[in-house]
């Protein structure tokens, strides 16, 4: 039976593979945070809407689309939530989180633009020095300002 299955793998093609993998397996959602910095070394935070009280100040973050890498899901996420836009830099984490969910996040490097906000989402924006973060922040989120493993 074990030949049989092999056989019949081996005869299909890459994309007919592709789509029973998916089909198979588990798919994920999967959250994106930038960690912005300017030239100084401040880093943006935003306070959001929809998070927990006590605890909405955090990094700019959103879920990944289809087919969208997760660098650009960085950049449209920042551009979306604050009108600014970044040079995303180097992976910081990738652990899976919650059931179905990966976390990834980046370094990233302020670009340019005019702050404007998504007013939907995102009650303020302000650049925080790492060493005076508000206290009502996601503490997963500090632990990346300071590169901390969590």
Known sequence: MKKLIVRLWRLTSGSLQWRINWLRHATFMVGVTGVVRDKDGNVLLLKHRFWPEGRQWGLPTGYANRSETFEDT??????????????????VRLRSGYRLRLEVAYEAEFAGGTLRLDDFEILEARWFAPHDLPGEMQEAHRRLVHRERS
Request: hydrophobic residues 35%.
């Open 74 to 91: 960085v950049r449209r996420e920042v551009r979306e939530e604050t009108g600014l836009e970044v040079h995303v830099g180097e992976l």
